[in-house]
């Protein structure tokens, strides 16, 4: 069956997508997912902690940590399309920019345990970053190549699971590091080195890169540039744009919760919940998707983020930052397989890596502002409007997933019926 200029044949006439009898996870696609586990592991012990450094050890508020977490993506989003790019010129190049990725983050991120001003905390979450930028658009293509026709979905979401487990693990670690040996934060960094070393030796020694189109003889590709994206794909990354200016960092969650009295192992304990609840429905979103169709997946997902978001702007107890927290989880969790997995379904399968570029690109940019304008209404009209305002963001970004890359998917409004 011939590659069409993005991949139609991903979806029939009714919007569903073809599966082969039993979802199938590859060999490539269990060690990258074990790659995560670890990485996120490592990742987990540091993240949620950052706000408690800057709010509590360092004297910053939500502004710092909307500079922190959007200057850091900034400085990545370029690297991302250009690793996305580059990667699809070789055969081995997605798995050796993957490697330098996991490197540098697992390098950098313990170093944070000797930072002093939050400047300092800002310079090392931004090499963090790069390390991401570096790692996640070949990994990404390398995910998708290796998933077979009718389970990309599933692969996508399985990784996502093993994403969320790791950084169950990692702050269920933390909680009790805190609550049995009354560890400083710092120490904490420190010890994240090992499971962030497991990760890279995983990826190094477990995953071998299978033949791309276009790999096998080295041929140069074609970089993929905005004009060369399938009209779906650039319309689904205008919608991310919305959304992404919706989806505040995660790490605010534990500043709302620290502002309400929650105590540092509390804290903890609630963002393992948060993973928790993705990991428990990332794999099967992912399922879901390769049968019903990504766009609904993601669609049903970003409506339920605006929904909590919404919660999230009225609660004013522990116990309900707790609740919302718990469903927003399990909601997000469904539609993250699905939102990367809808890339390759459009994109030129020989330019993959080209395409996550875009993906990343997109997302890193548009950080930047959301980051520091979400923080700016924190600080200056306090954490209910932040929410309110970034609630009503993703109800800008389902409308036009509604109206324009459903339609241009070949699939109509009618059609979409099941989960919406």
Request: net charge positive.
């Amino acid at each position: 069956m011939p590659i069409l200029a993005y991949n139609q044949v991903s979806q029939n006439k009714e919007g569903m997508l073809p599966v082969t009898s039993r979802p199938v996870l590859t060999r490539t696609v269990l060690i990258l997912g074990l790659v995560s586990l670890f990485n996120d592991f490592a990742s987990d012990m540091i993240v949620p902690l950052i706000p408690l450094l800057l709010a509590s050890v360092l004297g910053a508020g939500a502004m710092a940590l909307g500079a922190v977490d959007g200057v850091a993506e900034a400085l990545s989003s370029f690297l991302k399309l250009w690793s996305g790019r580059a990667s699809d010129r070789g055969q081995n190049r997605p798995k050796q920019f993957a490697f330098a990725g996991y490197l540098l983050s697992n390098l950098v991120r313990p170093l944070l345990g000797l930072a002093g001003s939050w400047p300092v905390v800002l310079v090392l979450r931004s090499l963090d970053r790069v390390g991401k930028g570096l790692r996640s658009a070949p990994r990404d293509a390398m995910l998708s190549a290796a998933a077979p026709e009718g389970s990309r979905g599933f692969s996508f979401g399985f990784h996502r699971a093993m994403d969320n487990i790791g950084a169950v693990a990692g702050s269920l670690v933390v909680a009790l590091i805190f609550a049995f040996y009354h560890s400083d934060i710092k120490e904490v960094f420190y010890l994240s080195a090992l499971p962030g070393g497991i990760a890279v030796l995983l990826l190094l020694w477990g995953v071998r890169t299978a033949k791309t189109p276009g790999a096998a003889d080295r041929t140069p590709v074609k970089a993929l540039s905005w004009s060369d994206l399938p009209n779906p794909l650039q319309q689904y990354l205008v919608a991310l744009v919305f959304f992404v200016f919706a989806r505040a960092s995660e790490m605010f969650l534990v500043l709302r919760g620290y502002e309400l009295g929650m105590s540092p192992v509390s804290l903890m304990l609630m963002w393992s919940m948060l993973n928790l609840g993705k990991s428990l429905t990332s794999t099967w979103g992912g399922k879901l998707s390769d049968r019903l169709g990504r766009n609904k997946l993601v669609l049903f997902s970003w409506v339920s983020f605006s929904f909590s978001f919404y919660l999230f702007s009225w609660v004013q107890h522990p116990l309900g930052l707790w609740i919302t927290t718990g469903w927003f989880g399990l909601t997000t969790g469904l539609g993250e397989g699905a939102e990367r997995a809808v890339i390759a379904d459009y994109a030129p399968r020989e330019n993959l890596g080209g395409a996550y570029g875009w993906y990343y690109l997109v997302v890193g940019l548009a950080s930047v502002p959301a980051g520091l304008a979400f923080g700016t209404i924190w600080q200056l009209w306090g954490a209910s409007a932040a929410f309110f305002v970034a609630a009503t963001f993703a109800l800008l970004a389902c409308a036009w997933i509604k109206w324009k890359v459903m339609a241009l998917s070949g699939l109509s409004v009618r059609d979409e019926g099941g989960l919406m």
